[in-house]
DNA sequence: GCAATTTGGTAAAACGATACACTTAAAATC
DNA sequence: GATTTTAAGTGTATCGTTTTACCAAATTGC
């Protein structure tokens, strides 16, 4: 199944056994310190811009050095005195969700941007990947930790790592019990609310909503936003699907989630009366709601509405195009690196939350419930 | 748009202002070597694995005073003293591409089995980002690289890291004239090859190609691979259509992949005459196509069969679930993975070349040509 | 039984930065 | 003018490993 040769003959560059870029001598702080004639110290307050301790004078000789001799600090030296490395520890379910991906994507950028380097570990939600990750994590010297999506089942799981600094995205406080922490999330019951009243004001009253099982704080909130959207309308909310835990939940692929929506789709179906729209935990699983849909004959959004939750990029490629709540990844994203790295508060504060606002993105799957239901419905309304 | 609070009070555990897990005492080599009356050298010794060194009886020693105080070697100290650090540096265009996201990944969870972290380095092929990331590989201790989809122009480009292990996921050698480096591939013309057959077993003779611009070796091999396969069946191998470079390409979502389809549906409409299946570069190529057909009003697969080419798990999700090519993705990675972890062979040598051979996943966007198309070209044949 | 080798083990010098404790000269204060 | 303060800069111990060189005892060869 697999060929595996060695080409030596495609060699481009002449053997040349002696030294080109050779021994690639590593530059350090002394050869610095030389060349400019000043002390190690010196440079190194330069280097750390302490730039109190130095004249103009010095201070120019050491940077020319530096610019010279391509001088840049060894990361384990300083690390190994420091104890701190400009890592921050990234813990996510798995990449390949493409929420996740966004998110770690614009976590990475926004990393950099503050001169920070990212270590990923996809858990698989793995519990004992997870926290071989996060033992070694002291070992490196990272002292920053951001958790994307834990279950909201592992109160003071992350007690074990105290001496870190932790963000959360997509987490309460309350769930993790965690002394001090960080949590960044969307308005999670506004954003269902924003569904509940673009579908109302379509006319739909009949409306379901479908979520996999409650095991992070965005599933329990999105969930409860429905019951409270709904109530607050007068409409009935029992149409509330949460489905079992799909048998591979913890595949790679996060596939499962359209899975989830697959297996969704019979049982929305199968509600009496009918519901008119669907109201998804998130974008995944409205595809699969979609996909299943429509290989069973019923037309979306004529015959039936469908709304998700993230804009996903891949929710602009489905037909019809997905209409979704969005959360602002890159803000989030932004805000959670700020908030790990911001050098920690009072130690009595038990830390912050940061609270986005979703948006409402209207493309092709939600129209207005079809003649013969809405009457129905009207009639039923007027009884 | 966004609120942010501290909520002082959700303090879930007493103050104790005390010392719970307090100064965290970081236990080092010399702990343990006290701790088993040994000297440091021996513990060092244990944990290389250099047995041939040790008694039966002080290894046994050591061995329980490693566990005991759960000694955690420090790994900025390793690496100050031996100059490497257990990282590969993982240079992506962007993980959300949905196969990209699949192989960084696989290439992480084998990268962990083999006792490696990843650093991840989202280039968005900018290759200031990109030389940033690599020149301060050095200065971290990081000796092993694995680049994904390089592009095709970058001759010379990595040489200015000679002294990084380098293997590069889909990239030729040739194209990137490095002196020492590896290659994991698949083998793109037989995938293509593969799509052919599929096709023109089912009947279809008029088949049309469409690529993005040829900027990695996976472009110019997949596109050279089907020309060879059409010119062996003695067919038109002229509808090869190659798509100036979208604007947004460097969008974050490589979703620019599916506007790339979309765009593409249209002049494939337009050929003359007109095919009747496309074999698409890649899977959100024909996710676009696909979705963009199906909005005209051409069905898939009656009027136009579809096939792609990387089997992302994206590729289930659409309706018709997409017919396509599969790359072993997580083997890919095990190679890429030990390829670069390996001890270089010897110096003299060119580096290996390692190729994947793909493998059809049919779905449901084939189908036999429709009848007049086929009987027309049979005729065509016959004149 | 004595030299040569093997086996099991140790002491101490690095690795390259940081940070603490110092020094010295100039400036400011009284 | 004597004393204190500030500014600018340096020497060196230190972080926690690895590694080299070295040593003693046990084993082997002849």
Not at 10 to 24: C, E, H, I, Q, R
Not at 44 to 71: K, P, Q, V, W
Not at 108 to 119: D, F, L, M, N, S
Not at 238 to 248: D, I, T
Request: net charge neutral.
């Amino acid at each position: 199944m697999r060929f595996s040769g060695t080409l030596g003959d495609l060699n481009v560059m002449p053997p040349k056994s002696g030294s080109p870029t050779d021994a690639a001598e590593r530059v350090t702080i002394q050869d610095v310190a030389k060349a400019a004639s000043v002390s190690v110290s010196s440079v190194s307050n330069y280097m750390n811009n302490r730039f109190h301790r130095l004249g103009t004078e010095t201070r120019t000789r050491i940077a020319t050095a530096i610019a010279e001799l391509d001088f840049r600090p060894n990361q384990a030296a300083r690390q190994l005195k420091t104890g701190k490395a400009r890592v921050i520890a990234l813990v996510v379910p798995s990449i390949v969700n493409p929420f996740n991906g966004q998110m770690v994507f614009s976590i990475e950028q926004a990393a950099v941007k503050a001169g920070y380097r990212v270590h990923l570990c996809n858990t698989m939600r793995d519990p004992k990947l997870e926290k071989e990750f996060l033992d070694n994590l002291a070992a490196i010297g990272v002292a920053d930790l951001i958790t994307i999506a834990p279950l909201n089942t592992r109160r003071g799981y992350y007690s074990a790592w105290s001496d870190l600094s932790i963000v959360a995205v997509d987490a309460n406080r309350l769930d993790l019990k965690l002394a001090r922490l960080d949590t960044v999330n969307l308005d999670h019951e506004a954003a269902i609310g924003m569904a509940v009243e673009h579908l109302f004001a379509l006319g739909h009253r009949r409306i379901a909503y479908v979520t996999d099982p409650l095991i992070t704080h965005s599933r329990v909130m999105r969930l409860s936003g429905f019951k409270k959207a709904m109530k607050d309308r007068e409409l009935d909310d029992s149409q509330a699907v949460v489905l079992e835990r799909h048998q591979s939940a913890l595949d790679i692929a996060d596939a499962q989630m359209v899975e989830v929506g697959r297996d969704a789709a019979s049982d929305v179906a199968a509600l009496s009366p009918r519901p008119t729209a669907i109201i998804a935990f998130n974008d995944m699983i409205a595809l699969g709601l979609l996909a299943t849909f429509r290989s069973a004959g019923i037309a979306v959004p004529k015959d039936m509405s469908i709304i998700g939750v993230d804009d996903a990029w891949i929710s602009q490629l489905s037909f019809p195009a997905l209409t979704t709540i969005r959360q602002p990844i890159e803000a989030m994203a932004a805000a959670a690196v700020e908030s790990v790295l911001k050098p920690s508060a009072a130690p009595t504060s038990a830390g912050s939350d940061t609270i986005f606002l979703p948006e409402l993105v209207i493309r092709d799957t939600c129209a207005k419930p079809q003649e013969e239901v809405a009457t129905h419905i009207r009639k039923r309304r007027l009884e």
